[in-house]
């Protein structure tokens, strides 16, 4: 297919940082087999493939945190062997990681002194943070606790705290995941900036339009190996997947749809204190999701969806009976169980320990949101026959890929084990259905057949919510569009409102036009 | 060259049955040692505490008496310890359960009361020792209490009033002025299953409990939900489980099991209510219910084990002069080796190379 290498732009220089074969074994499972890669001075290098396709694993062997098991890395043409990340720093590597790791109750200052070695007072690092940060127009004061910070201001911390090491190769893991559409163009820009510094940028990610804005070069890897280098800008998103993936993605069918009928969720100006000293404040959060819609909340991480998901599900009870109307029955006092009893399903964001024990079977796990309402207890007594046919069902209908009929819900991949857990729920065919971020880190395919399983499940008359901080997801199934942001809820936009640039302004905390989205506001607040 | 620990990728299922068994082998290991550092023949003491007892009928059936009350202590820690919920004091539930069986004997003593005397001792010691187990429980749902701490020294708090009971109120007026109640009457008494031991009903009573508590575990969906409530809080929560209900509900079934472990005791091999009813059975039952896995049929071999130890002690005091508290040592020892083992099961253990020392220590 693409196997071919494109001579790079400086074919003229040599690589900074050469992997050669490198190759990672964890038992019989091959996660990165023999794959080469050639970084070049000034250049922003995409890393693209599907979770699992082993760049993580990559990126951790080029930064120090795991030994391959074969193959070498030659730096400026010297073969090196990194033992640990603080060797990887001294060469001029650094990493900014998708989780950040900060303390929440210290200063940015503090966080960032902790990282560094012990040699420079804490008054020249101050300085040296505040200095680095106006360079490249990365706005931080040092002084402010972490916790206060927005998560965009947070991974401001953690490339700043990079940049201090003056690295000459910057390893980005999906450092736009968690920005909304504007943030992540001020990133571009301070990329941009660091190419022509003359840095190499080796930058993961999913998205594809940002790969073909942004990239130079993009080396895909599918299944551990290396598929194809190629100039991201001289393909198509369409192709780019094509890589990615193996095979076509099939697209999402919107079911033929009747016109959305009774509101079965309401939610009537919610407010609830968080629950700890981080959380979000909810704030007088209204709307209305009716019988055969599905209704998207956008939002970055961190601005009361969380807290919304468990006051909804009943994890936590709202102030009053009214605030959460399920099916025309108020619940918002009522517990999980009886929320189930109404008729409702929740999907969490969290997979493993929210949504599942990891360490219990599938038909345990079967029965963990099953025993509301699903015949699965009879007199205290657990049928297990009738969790194991649930299991059945869910991966005849979800095609869930596992090694054995029941096994514990760890084992299997992310992709899988999100479509049983959605699988779960759907076919308990739920009158309304909450899910949170329901294609989180699965792989293109089951991505495909979730999206498609919950228009059909809103094409059978479920009001489907559907909490996500993907756009592109949302403007793919949503029929309407509401944007979270410090704990308010805005009026939801229709389809064609929704624009990127609107739901981004939304997401940074514009307030909206009253007019805009009157007709919803309306009906949100009116019943 | 370095040791380290590295995580496995699944648990090993071997070593969580092979565990106990390393564990019991490192331990009298150690105790040969600590035989040889006190100047006998580690072999011969050793064979003292644990192959003498099993050559004799009447030291069988004492062992299967020390088991009774340690087996159903744990069956019922077991419940609280699965769903990650600390009830240390069963001592003091054991000890409130004898004074609350005991009450009963006491007031009917002498009188012409017919057999109901003892299922109502039972009753009594059962609630006594839940009720004291939901002061505990309470505090911790309530006020966000520690509950190693308050059901620890609430064990102290037992014995005192046990102990004022039995030197005040309720002490025998014929009994030579020693600090115990009159002999229990006889329908106030556990009856004896074999003549010529100590073998009592109670034992029956305690396997008994095995089965029901394997059921629960197993089969019922409040089974479910306390395995659930240890391996995922929070998908407990999602799950629609309370996790207060489950503390208080934990804390009342163990406490109430410890409690009548306690009354029947006392009302079985024992006789009377008198200041040393318990040789340390309540604390004894958390290494009983950490060695047997925290599963009813592995806490019921536990048991017998660590009774063979009760036994094997007294032996050892008489045969070969060492210390009763030599006992206690070696409990002590197997539950530290217990609890070490057991990270086995999570973690390998791996002897690396200096040269990929650093990366070790990096990660």
């Known amino acids: 297919m693409h196997d071919i290498s494109v001579p790079n732009v400086s074919s003229g220089k040599e690589p900074l940082l050469r992997a050669l074969g490198i190759t990672k074994r964890y038992g019989t499972f091959l996660a990165n087999d023999s794959i080469d890669l050639d970084l070049y001075p000034a250049e922003i290098h995409a890393l693209l493939g599907e979770n699992g396709a082993g760049k993580s694993t990559l990126v951790k062997i080029m930064y120090g945190l795991i030994q391959p098991s074969a193959g070498e890395l030659r730096w400026m043409g010297q073969r090196i062997v990194l033992a640990g990340p603080s060797e990887a720093r001294s060469l001029g590597i650094g990493m900014v990681f998708q989780h950040f790791s900060l303390f929440e109750n210290l200063t940015v200052a503090e966080n960032v002194a902790l990282g560094l070695p012990p040699t420079e007072s804490f008054a020249a690092i101050s300085g040296r943070l505040e200095e680095t940060a106006r360079v490249y127009g990365l706005p931080l004061d040092p002084k402010r606790l972490v916790w206060q910070l927005s998560v965009g201001e947070k991974q401001r911390i953690e490339i700043v705290r990079a940049l201090m090491q003056n690295p000459k190769l910057l390893i980005l893991d999906e450092p736009t995941a968690v920005l909304t559409p504007q943030e992540a163009d001020q990133l571009f820009v301070v990329l941009n900036r660091l190419r022509e510094e003359g840095r190499i940028l080796l930058y993961i990610s999913h998205k594809l339009d940002e790969v073909k804005r942004l990239c130079d070069t993009a080396t895909i890897l599918r299944g551990g190996k290396k598929v194809a280098t190629c100039n991201p800008r001289q393909e198509t998103a369409a192709s780019l997947a094509r890589m990615m993936v193996g095979a076509e993605i099939g697209q999402v069918k919107m079911a033929s749809v009747g016109a959305p009928t009774v509101p079965r969720l309401v939610i009537r100006q919610l407010s609830l204190e968080p629950d700890n000293l981080h959380g979000t404040h909810l704030e007088d959060v209204s709307l209305e999701v009716r019988g055969g819609e599905i209704v998207g909340i956008a939002g970055v991480a961190g601005n009361g969806q969380d807290e919304l998901f468990a006051a909804l599900s009943g994890e936590r009870q709202a102030p009053s009976d009214g605030a959460v109307v399920i099916d025309g029955e108020a619940a918002g006092l009522r517990g999980v169980t009886e929320r189930r009893r109404m008729g409702a399903a929740f999907v969490p964001e969290e997979r493993l320990g929210h949504g599942t024990a990891p360490r219990m079977k599938l038909s345990e796990n079967a029965l963990l949101t099953g025993h509301a309402a699903s015949g699965m207890v009879n007199r205290g007594f657990v049928d297990k026959p009738a969790t194991l046919a649930a299991v059945d069902r869910t991966t005849k209908s979800f095609d869930v890929r596992k090694a054995k009929r029941d096994p514990e819900a760890v084992s299997l991949s992310g992709g899988n084990l999100q479509k049983f857990i959605v699988g779960r729920e759907i076919l308990r065919e739920p009158g309304v259905l909450v899910v949170s971020q329901p294609t989180w880190g699965v792989d293109a395919g089951a991505a495909a057949t979730i999206r498609q399983a919950l228009i059909d499940l809103a094409g059978r008359g479920t009001a489907v919510l559907v909490i996500s901080q993907d756009l592109d997801e949302l403007a793919e199934i949503a029929d309407r569009i509401a944007v979270m942001f410090h704990g308010r809820l805005s009026a939801p936009l229709g389809a064609a409102d929704a624009t990127r640039e609107m739901l981004g302004l939304l997401m940074g905390g514009a307030s909206i036009e009253r007019g805009a989205g009157t007709q919803e506001v309306g009906d949100a607040v009116g019943t | 060259?370095?040791?380290?620990?590295?995580?496995?990728?699944?648990?090993?299922?071997?070593?969580?049955?092979?565990?106990?068994?390393?564990?019991?082998?490192?331990?009298?290991?150690?105790?040969?040692?600590?035989?040889?550092?006190?100047?006998?023949?580690?072999?011969?003491?050793?064979?003292?505490?644990?192959?003498?007892?099993?050559?004799?009928?009447?030291?069988?059936?004492?062992?299967?008496?020390?088991?009774?009350?340690?087996?159903?202590?744990?069956?019922?820690?077991?419940?609280?310890?699965?769903?990650?919920?600390?009830?240390?004091?069963?001592?003091?539930?054991?000890?409130?359960?004898?004074?609350?069986?005991?009450?009963?004997?006491?007031?009917?003593?002498?009188?012409?009361?017919?057999?109901?005397?003892?299922p109502g001792m039972l009753c009594l010691g059962a609630l006594g020792g839940a009720l004291y187990a939901m002061i505990p429980a309470i505090c911790k749902?309530?006020?966000?209490?520690?509950?190693?701490?308050?059901?620890?020294?609430?064990?102290?708090?037992?014995?005192?009033?046990?102990?004022?009971?039995?030197?005040?109120?309720?002490?025998?007026?014929?009994?030579?002025?020693?600090?115990?109640?009159?002999?229990?009457?006889?329908?106030?008494?556990?009856?004896?299953?074999?003549?010529?031991?100590?073998?009592?009903?109670?034992?029956?009573?305690?396997?008994?409990?095995?089965?029901?508590?394997?059921?629960?575990?197993?089969?019922?969906?409040?089974?479910?939900?306390?395995?659930?409530?240890?391996?995922?809080?929070?998908?407990?929560?999602?799950?629609?489980?309370?996790?207060?209900?489950?503390?208080?509900?934990?804390?009342?079934?163990?406490g109430a099991l410890a409690g009548l472990a306690g009354i029947i005791e006392v009302a079985g091999p024992i006789g009377y209510l008198q200041p040393d009813i318990s040789?340390?059975?309540?604390?004894?039952?958390?290494?009983?219910?950490?060695?047997?896995?925290?599963?009813?049929?592995?806490?019921?071999?536990?048991?017998?084990?660590?009774?063979?130890?009760?036994?094997?002690?007294?032996?050892?005091?008489?045969?070969?002069?060492?210390?009763?508290?030599?006992?206690?040592?070696?409990?002590?020892?197997?539950?530290?080796?217990?609890?070490?083992?057991?990270s086995l099961i999570v973690y390998r253990i791996r002897l690396i190379g200096a040269s990929s020392k650093a990366v070790a220590a990096n990660v």
């Open chain 2, 1 to 118: 060259m370095q040791l380290v620990l590295e995580k496995r990728a699944e648990r090993s299922a071997t070593i969580a049955i092979a565990s106990p068994l390393i564990a019991i082998a490192l331990t009298l290991v150690t105790m040969a040692v600590l035989f040889a550092i006190l100047g006998k023949n580690p072999i011969t003491a050793l064979g003292v505490y644990f192959i003498d007892p099993l050559t004799d009928p009447y030291s069988l059936g004492e062992i299967a008496v020390k088991a009774t009350p340690l087996v159903m202590i744990a069956v019922g820690l077991s419940l609280c310890y699965i769903a990650n919920i600390w009830n240390i004091g069963a001592e003091g539930q054991f000890l409130i359960g004898a004074v609350c069986g005991s009450w009963l004997a006491v007031r009917t003593n002498g009188t012409e009361a017919g057999y109901w005397v003892l």
């Open chain 2, 141 to 254: 749902v309530r006020f966000g209490a520690n509950e190693i701490l308050t059901s620890l020294m609430l064990v102290y708090i037992a014995y005192y009033i046990m102990d004022y009971l039995v030197r005040g109120p309720w002490r025998d007026p014929h009994g030579l002025n020693f600090p115990t109640t009159a002999p229990f009457d006889p329908v106030a008494t556990v009856p004896i299953l074999i003549e010529g031991s100590r073998l009592h009903a109670g034992t029956l009573a305690a396997l008994l409990v095995v089965m029901l508590v394997a059921v629960m575990l197993g089969r019922t969906i409040m089974g479910f939900e306390i395995r659930l409530a240890g391996a995922a809080p929070r998908a407990a929560r999602f799950s629609g489980f309370n996790s207060d209900n489950l503390v208080l509900f934990t804390f009342a079934v163990s």
């Open chain 2, 279 to 342: 040789p340390g059975y309540g604390f004894t039952a958390i290494i009983v219910a950490f060695l047997g896995r925290l599963n009813p049929l592995g806490i019921l071999i536990a048991g017998l084990f660590l009774a063979l130890t009760f036994i094997g002690g007294e032996n050892a005091e008489i045969a070969i002069k060492v210390p009763l508290d030599l006992t206690k040592v070696f409990q002590g020892i197997l539950l530290f080796y217990v609890l070490a083992c057991d």
